[in-house]
């Protein structure tokens, strides 16, 4: 399994703050891919945020990070600050 956590606004967007899915995509991407079937809100927030950012296990990742069994993945909107 994978365990995903949706942080901040997307957790208000999407209508949950975790949940886990199988173990069975490649990559981030993949994984975005499949979460963005699911309606308008996961592919905006997901697949068609430019600024969407990304954590593996606690460190920055990209679409193109590898995945494997027990992997924690996060998606952050964009943080900005003053």
Known sequence: MVN???FASF???LGQA???LPAQHP???AL???L???G???KQALLENANLQIAVNHDIASRETALKAGDEVAF???VTGG
């Open 4 to 6: 995903i956590l949706y």
């Open 11 to 13: 957790r208000e967007m």
């Open 18 to 20: 975790d949940e886990q």
């Open 27 to 29: 990559t981030v991407g």
């Open 32 to 34: 975005i891919s499949e």
């Open 36 to 38: 963005a079937l699911r």
């Open 40 to 42: 308008d809100h996961w």
């Open 76 to 78: 952050f909107p964009p």
